[in-house]
């Protein structure tokens, strides 16, 4: 079965640190998909990237990073220097091909707090 | 385009009244789901369209809920007879259908958030 987690339900940092925010993912088929998403408190969710499970290389979009490991199912996000503005909710998700269906599973998410 | 539009924002209802949601996705857009978020909780998965077809929906889904999307375009989730456990966020999103089956992008809009009494 799908199943998303992100252990860390809140994580304080002040401006200016990296933060890394965990992502776990169970899932039995071999072509998924992974998200993050954020939420500010606004409320909308913001795509923020999509890997699929044959591109294990890590990707860097200016101070995000993203590291992808499928030997321990790990989507794991990285924000350098963060800033106020980093301050939001953030969701990994997970999709799988083989069941056909086009819904996402999404963990509890981690709620980011970066303090000026 | 403004992205996915959705009303009203926020609904008061008392314990057994009817409400009804309505998301605008993007018009490009021939995908539309609807989704629903309780406080500390990611989006759980309630239904899907593809234009005009219900194709999925989830077993959170009780008879109580339904939700149309007429002619494509513009969808309704409507709640019958709510229950205080019905209290979350109802969110929207819409995606294309270019990409294969679980990679589409979901663009969501901003939520309904439900208080009943």
């Known amino acids: 079965a799908q199943k998303v987690t992100q252990a860390q339900t809140e994580i304080s940092v002040v401006e200016k640190e990296d933060v890394t925010l965990d992502c776990v993912y169970e899932t039995r088929d071999t072509t998924y998909y992974l998200f993050w998403y954020k939420q500010p408190p606004s409320g909308e969710l913001v795509f923020l990237i999509r890997?699929?499970?044959?591109?294990?290389q890590n990707e860097i979009s200016g101070r995000y990073s993203w590291n992808f490991q499928k030997s321990t199912s790990s989507f794991n996000f990285t924000i350098t220097a963060s800033q106020v503005v980093d301050s939001a909710v953030y969701f990994c998700?997970?999709?799988?091909?083989?069941?056909?269906?086009?819904?996402?599973?999404f963990g509890t998410g981690t709620r980011l707090k970066v303090l000026a | 385009d403004t992205g996915v539009s959705q009303d009203p924002r926020h609904k008061i209802t008392k314990r057994g009244q009817n409400v009804t949601f309505r998301c605008d996705p993007i018009?490009?857009?021939?995908?539309l789901y609807w989704y629903r978020q309780t406080l500390g909780q990611g989006p759980e998965f309630l239904t899907y369209?593809?234009?005009?077809?219900?194709?999925?929906k989830s077993r959170l889904l009780s008879d109580r809920f339904s939700a149309e999307r007429p002619k494509g375009s513009f969808s309704t989730l409507e709640i019958q007879r709510t229950e205080q456990g019905d209290s979350a966020m109802y969110l929207c999103a819409s995606s294309l259908d270019r990409d294969r089956a679980g990679a589409n992008v979901l663009t969501f809009g901003a939520g309904s958030r439900l208080t009943v009494l």
């Open positions: 890997r699929n499970s044959f591109d294990e």
């Open positions: 369209f593809q234009n005009e077809a219900q194709l999925e």
């Open positions: 998700a997970l999709s799988e091909m083989a069941s056909g269906t086009y819904k996402y599973i």
């Open positions: 018009s490009e857009h021939n995908r």
